[in-house]
Nanobody
Framework: QVGLAESAGGDVQPGESLRLSCTPG????????LGWYRQGPGKAREGVAC????????RYRDSVAGRFAIFMDDRRKKALLQMDNLAVEDTAVYHC?????????????????????WGRGTQVTVSG
């Protein structure tokens, strides 16, 4: 079994930054990629970003590219999502996700519907 421990989200103003973390536990050998998907109020779920744990390969949803950065920490024990220049449209519940597949554009699209493992989610609210 795989578990995902997520950091808390937060309330910020437009243009501010926030960092999320996700620490996997359990059968780590099953996991090749980590990342996040989100679901905003009245919106469809969407894959946000993913990273392949072994080589750091990353992918981003177009709407967050250039503002968000996903990476593994130095010990490769957890994934971090640095979110800069946050906008009201980024308001959502962010769920950490893990998969046996490597990170790819296709994996992000899959996460629009489902992921192999996922966390409970944390609220990120951006409001002025």
């Amino acid at each position: 079994q795989v578990g995902l421990a997520e950091s808390a989200g937060g309330d910020v103003q437009p243009g501010e930054s926030l960092r999320l973390s996700c620490t996997p536990g359990g059968f780590l050998s099953k996991i090749r990629s980590l990342g996040w998907y989100r679901q905003g109020p009245g919106k469809a779920r969407e894959g946000v970003a993913c990273v392949t744990m072994a080589d750091g390969d990353v992918r981003y949803r177009d709407s967050v590219a250039g503002r968000f950065a996903i990476f593994m920490d130095d010990r490769r024990k957890k994934a971090l999502l640095q979110m800069d220049n946050l906008a009201v449209e980024d308001t959502a519940v962010y769920h950490c996700a893990a998969d046996a597949a490597s990170c790819s554009d296709g994996l992000l699209m899959t996460w629009d519907r489902q992921s192999e493992w996922w966390g409970r989610g944390t609220q990120v609210t951006v409001s002025g």
